[in-house]
Nanobody, 124 residues
Framework: QVQLVESGGGLVQAGGSLRLSCEGS????????MGWFRQAPGKEREFVARISPNGGSASFADSMRGRAAISRDNAKNTVYLQMHDLKFEDTAIYYC?????????????????WGQGAQVTVSS
């Protein structure tokens, strides 16, 4: 089992940048595909980005491609989501999640473990 804790959310002006972190517990963190999702009020949870267990492969939602980078440090059991050129519509609660087995997973139902979420608010 993996417990995940997000940090780094907050209020940022449109056009600004923010880095989210997600620290996982346990010795098996490096086995998991890690993903970021977000959920805005009144909307369904949507995929943002994912990274393979060794960090060699990543995928992004069309809405974030070119404005986000995902990375991980398995020695620290941590995955990061760096976002820039933020827009008002990026306002949401951002969740990190862990999935097994490895693979290109972009659906929320593929992920086993979830963090509690971090609020990101972009002011226009």
């Amino acid at each position: 089992q993996v417990q995940l804790v997000e940090s780094g959310g907050g209020l940022v002006q449109a056009g600004g940048s923010l880095r989210l972190s997600c620290e996982g517990s346990g010795r098996t963190f490096a086995l998991y595909t890690m993903g970021w999702f977000r959920q805005a009020p009144g909307k369904e949870r949507e995929f943002v980005a994912r990274i393979s267990p060794n960090g060699g492969s990543a995928s992004f939602a069309d809405s974030m491609r070119g404005r986000a980078a995902i990375s991980r440090d398995n020695a620290k059991n941590t995955v990061y989501l760096q976002m820039h050129d933020l827009k008002f519509e990026d306002t949401a609660i951002y969740y990190c999640a862990a999935a097994l087995p490895a693979g290109i997973k972009t659906a929320a139902q593929d992920y086993l473990y979830w963090g509690q979420g971090a609020q990101v608010t972009v002011s226009s």
